[in-house]
């Protein structure tokens, strides 16, 4: 398990063994996950989320597709920052909705 799913707590979900069907960018690959309720997902931070220096709270996985297609910057910890796009949302009890057409299995 890596320091960054440990962080997000999301040990009990991944997979192990999954690998992205294409090449991720270098920066990207600490963040990489298969998580079972999500596929093919990278651990980011969605800026507006973020409250306070306890940024572990807020790590999520996102799919690839959409981390892409949204855009992203890696500070200089490491993690992963992207934007709410079109058709996302959060709420605390029910997590990230994302828009459809973004999951990779």
Do not use: C, F, K
């Amino acid at each position: 398990m890596t320091d960054m799913i440990r962080r997000a707590q999301l040990g009990p979900w991944v997979v192990e063994g999954r690998r992205y069907v294409r090449s991720l960018p270098p920066e990207l690959e600490a963040a990489y996950v298969y998580v079972s309720d999500g596929g093919h997902s990278l651990i980011v931070l969605i800026d507006e989320l973020v409250e306070g220096d306890d940024v572990d709270d807020y790590l999520l996985p996102v799919p690839v597709r959409l981390v892409l297609a949204l855009g992203y910057r890696v500070d200089d910890r490491g993690y992963v920052h992207n934007r709410m796009g079109p058709g996302m949302s959060y709420d605390s009890m029910i997590g990230l909705t994302l828009p459809e057409g973004y999951d990779e299995w």
